[in-house]
Nanobody, 120 residues
Framework: QVHVVESGGGSVQPGGSLRLSCTAS????????MGWYRQAPGPQRELVAT???????NYADSVKGRFSISRNNANDTVWLQMDSLKPEDTAVYYC??????????????WGQGTQVTVSL
C-alpha cells in the first residue's frame, strides 16, 4: 500500500534554514503531483508548494523567493528547501501526493506531518 513519510522538521531562529524531505512509496509517480501544505494551530491547512510529475513548481505567494521545491528522477521523493524562515512559517508541514489531473479518480495521499518552529 501507499506510504507517505516526511522528515526534516525542527526548531530554528528567524532567518535560519531547514530542508524537508518526503518519500511517497507505492504511488503512480509518473502522473502524481507532490507537494507541501502547512497547518498552524487552527482548522485551516494551506498550500505551501507543489511540483508536478513533469517538474513544474507552484508556490504560495508567502514563500516565493524563500522556499524551493524539487523532486528526484524517480519522482517518488520531494524536498522543500526553506531559507530566510520567519516566525509565521511555524506550522506542521504535511506532504501530499495527488494526481496531476484533478478530475482523476486516482486517490490523494497525505503524510503524518513534521513540525517546523521558528522562534528566538
Amino acid at each position: 500500500q501507499v506510504h507517505v513519510v516526511e522528515s526534516g522538521g525542527g526548531s530554528v531562529q528567524p532567518g535560519g534554514s531547514l530542508r524537508l524531505s518526503c518519500t511517497a512509496s507505492g504511488i503512480l509517480s509518473s502522473i502524481y503531483t507532490m507537494g507541501w501544505y502547512r497547518q498552524a494551530p487552527g482548522p485551516q491547512r494551506e498550500l505551501v508548494a507543489t511540483i508536478s510529475s513533469g517538474g513544474s513548481p507552484n508556490y504560495a505567494d508567502s514563500v516565493k523567493g524563500r522556499f524551493s521545491i524539487s523532486r528526484n528522477n524517480a519522482n517518488d521523493t520531494v524536498w522543500l528547501q526553506m531559507d530566510s524562515l520567519k516566525p509565521e512559517d511555524t506550522a506542521v508541514y504535511y506532504c501530499k501526493a495527488g494526481p496531476d489531473n484533478i478530475d482523476s479518480r486516482a486517490p490523494t495521499f497525505w503524510g503524518q506531518g513534521t513540525q517546523v518552529t521558528v522562534s528566538l
